[in-house]
């Protein structure tokens, strides 16, 4: 079930106050996300379907928002009781989900989970004869683990036939392999965060780490035939071509090479429905290629995979684990938009992000992505002020300064809002701080420098058609600055109706 993996992770955040999206604390936010159905079970399982006091703080929250000093007004208890009672709450619901969680695969594990027990079966050959079938289910869904188990009980089971060696054989290269695909899954998730510090960063320590854990991940899936090392490589290695390489000539050379290993990749989520990993990551394929498509500035194949990722979106926003791979998306939606203009593709879902979207603070580059995204919407939409309030939002919630690439590039959008609304104070205020933070820094802040000049031109007293027309010019530079790869300003569309409301020195 998508919401307990939500209500677990969380359950160790005692603040009362989000800083993520909403004010509502965890219990709030996984009530509101259950089904109806789902949630009535729910309900009768932990009141029992009295109107007690869980019964009360279930459906007050379900209905509506509400704080913590209201509800214990409404229960008429004192903060300790409350809290206690929240506690408890929070722990029943967590047991009662944790059983909903959706696993395919559970008839196969619980034949696993009776494999220590065909050791004290009384027919030596039954209990040798199940566990070979039993071998063939699972080497076919490639479950090294579970395959441990059953050699090294087939293996007890045989320790006075010929069978013996072949098997501890097995067992002793099976328990080589598991440590290998654990090894690679570590990589494949570490991969995934680095990446994301490195797009918030831009420093070369990150993309050293990068190439090297990628570069592992290659060598080990080199040596055994494994379709679930084939997955975890080809999601690190085309996510690394679509986020690392500048050189997008090269990348559409790889089409032909990158359709055929995601078709492969969808067969291999296909042919094992029962794979839970496989049954959640099977999204994956269509965010690649629409990743691939943008970055390769091919829209029509890219129109085509969005409006199918559109309908999964729902989905994969409620699970926690998925949250790198949505974040991949609404990037490249921002790439697209810079190219297109479509404003429909780039608003669908935007306004249900805040409450479905599940990003703490902790998760830097998730949440940066996710807000910098929202402002961006907003800034598209017109509402500058909405954005330069999500921006501000973002600053006040987490800091970014040892992420001074994102800093810069935050605070440098917040300042364009700030400058097409009026505020020339809040604007000048940002621009002296940027100017403090980037003295000293190379090449890499050419951009932002650009950025600022751009801004301060808007801001001078000059004849209006004067600065209308240095403004466009400036921004035509804009676009070509060596350097400007990474954030919002770098896949920033500027129309000619913002150019004339930042120069104009009356604002509305």
């Not at 936010?29 to 089904?35: D, F, G, H, S």
């Not at 039954?126 to 087939?154: C, G, H, M, P, W």
């Not at 899954?185 to 831009?202: D, H, M, N, P, V």
């Not at 055929?260 to 965010?287: A, G």
Request: charge should be positive; glycine fraction near 4%; charged fraction near 25%.
């Amino acid at each position: 079930m998508q919401a307990f993996r939500t209500f677990f992770l969380h359950l160790r955040n005692k603040r009362q106050n989000r800083t993520g999206f909403t004010s509502m604390d965890t219990l709030s936010k996984t009530i509101k996300k259950l089904p109806e159905h789902d949630y009535q079970q729910l309900l009768a399982e932990v009141s029992g379907n009295r109107k007690n006091k869980p019964f009360i703080v279930l459906e007050t929250t379900r209905k509506r928002d509400i704080d913590d000093s209201e509800m214990m007004e409404m229960l008429q208890v004192n903060p300790s009781a409350y809290y206690t009672l929240k506690s408890r709450l929070n722990s029943k619901i967590a047991a009662v989900l944790s059983k909903k969680v959706e696993n395919p695969i559970q008839g196969l594990m619980d034949e696993v989970s009776r494999v220590p027990a065909h050791l004290f079966g009384g027919n030596r050959d039954f209990s040798v004869r199940a566990l070979r079938e039993l071998e063939k289910q699972l080497i076919e869904y490639d479950l090294n683990a579970e395959l441990i188990v059953v050699y090294k009980t087939l293996a007890q089971l045989n320790l006075h036939t010929e069978d013996y060696d072949f098997y501890n054989s097995k067992y002793q290269r099976h328990v080589a392999y598991s440590l290998a695909v654990s090894k690679a899954e570590g990589i494949f998730f570490r991969f995934i965060k680095r990446l994301g510090t490195y797009q918030l960063s831009a420093e070369s320590t990150h993309l050293d780490e990068i190439i090297a854990m990628k570069r592992e991940l290659s060598n080990i899936c080199e040596l055994y035939d494994s379709h679930r090392l084939y997955v975890l490589y080809n999601i690190v290695r085309i996510y690394y071509h679509c986020n690392v390489s500048t050189d997008r000539e090269g990348l559409k050379s790889r089409e032909e090479e990158i359709e055929f290993t995601l078709d492969k990749l969808s067969d291999i989520f296909n042919r094992y429905p029962m794979d839970t990993f496989y049954q959640n990551m099977k999204w994956v394929v269509d965010l690649l290629r629409f990743e691939y498509y943008v970055r390769t500035s091919n829209l029509v194949k890219a129109d085509h995979y969005i409006q199918k990722i559109h309908q999964g979106l729902p989905s994969m926003t409620g699970k926690h684990i998925m949250n790198f791979f949505v974040v991949q998306f609404l990037r490249a939606k921002l790439a697209k938009y810079r190219i297109d203009g479509n404003l429909n593709h780039l608003l669908y879902y935007a306004d249900k992000l805040d409450k479905s979207f599940d990003v703490e603070t902790e998760e830097a580059y998730h949440y940066v992505s996710v807000i910098r995204y929202l402002a961006t919407v907003r800034f598209y939409q017109g509402d500058y002020s909405g954005a330069a309030r999500k921006l501000n939002e973002l600053r006040n919630c987490m800091s970014l300064k040892q992420y001074l690439h994102t800093d810069v590039d935050v605070k440098v959008f917040q300042a364009l809002q700030y400058c097409i609304v009026g505020e020339d104070g809040l604007c000048q205020q940002i621009l002296s701080s940027l100017k403090r933070q980037i003295r000293e820094q190379d090449d890499a802040f050419a951009p932002a420098r650009h950025a600022i000049k751009i801004i301060k031109t808007a801001l001078k007293p000059a004849d209006y058609r004067k600065k209308v027309k240095r403004i466009a010019e400036l921004w035509d530079e804009f676009t070509t600055v060596p350097g400007n790869v990474f954030g919002v300003l770098a896949d920033l569309r500027i129309e000619e109706a913002v150019i004339r409301k930042m120069s104009n020195p009356i604002k509305s």
